[in-house]
Antibody, heavy 122, light 113 residues
Framework: QVQLVESGGGVVQPGRSLRLSCAASGFTFNSYSMHWVRQAPGEGLEWVAVISYDGDNAFYADSVQGRFIISRDNSKNTFYLEMNSLRVEDTALYYC???????????????WGRGTLVTVSS | DIVMTQSPDSLAVSLGERATINCKSSQSVLYSSNSKNYLAWYQKKPGQPPKLLIYSASTRESGVPDRFSGSGSGTDFTLTISSLQAEDVAVYYCQQYYSSLHSFGQGTRLEIK
């Protein structure tokens, strides 16, 4: 069965960096685009970033553009979110989610992990 | 970027009654080459990841009860729960996946009256 498991969350000071990982299993990972979505405490869902199936294309929300980098290692069935210059407002539960086959759009996020919590605080 | 706006922000409905949530996109999410609306609805409960309920605006995901239905096209969409059950208390989100930037609506909190 499809499984997505996030890791790497924790408490970090403003301005520092953190890398999240999402380990995938139960499907042909290298055929799917993959997404990060976050939910700040008491807030709604916010889409963060997507990476294409082959890693050649990535897109970001304006709120993280230039600070976050999404990447993947298809040999390890894992993708990542490198978060730099972290801000207090980046505090959230970060979910990884499966996207479309062969494209970065065109299909909803059908499978989700349970999330990893990132807290940015001095 | 496509902006998604839901209404209302919160809703209280009696058990067994109908609940209706609206979603409007800032531009059409109808993909002309296949006539599909790239619009999904999710249910979010505390402590759980989002659950995909509806995609292509009106197609129920496998295992989703048939009291959940979606309608609309272009820029205006609706999620309807025909007979509210206690387990339907949650926050509901619409999402467009027409763009690679899969934006969400702000959410609608559904409660029991």
């Amino acid at each position: 069965q499809v499984q997505l498991v996030e890791s790497g969350g924790g408490v970090v000071q403003p301005g520092r960096s953190l890398r999240l990982s999402c380990a995938a299993s139960g499907f042909t990972f290298n055929s799917y685009s993959m997404h990060w979505v976050r939910q700040a405490p008491g807030e709604g869902l916010e889409w963060v970033a997507v990476i294409s199936y082959d890693g050649d294309n990535a897109f970001y929300a304006d709120s993280v553009q230039g600070r976050f980098i999404i990447s993947r290692d298809n040999s390890k069935n894992t993708f990542y979110l490198e978060m730099n210059s972290l801000r207090v407002e980046d505090t959230a539960l970060y979910y990884c989610a499966r996207g479309a086959v062969g494209a970065t759009g065109g299909e909803p996020n059908d499978y989700w992990g349970r999330g990893t919590l990132v807290t940015v605080s001095s | 970027d496509i902006v998604m706006t839901q209404s209302p922000d919160s809703l209280a409905v009696s058990l067994g009654e109908r609940a209706t949530i609206n979603c409007k996109s800032s531009q059409s999410v109808l993909y002309s080459s296949n006539s599909k609306n790239y619009l999904a609805w999710y249910q979010k409960k505390p402590g759980q990841p989002p659950k995909l309920l509806i995609y292509s605006a009106s197609t129920r995901e496998s295992g989703v009860p048939d009291r959940f239905s979606g309608s609309g096209s272009g820029t205006d969409f609706t999620l309807t729960i025909s007979s509210l059950q206690a387990e339907d208390v949650a926050v509901y989100y619409c999402q467009q996946y027409y763009s690679s930037l899969h934006s969400f609506g702000q959410g609608t909190r559904l409660e029991i009256k």
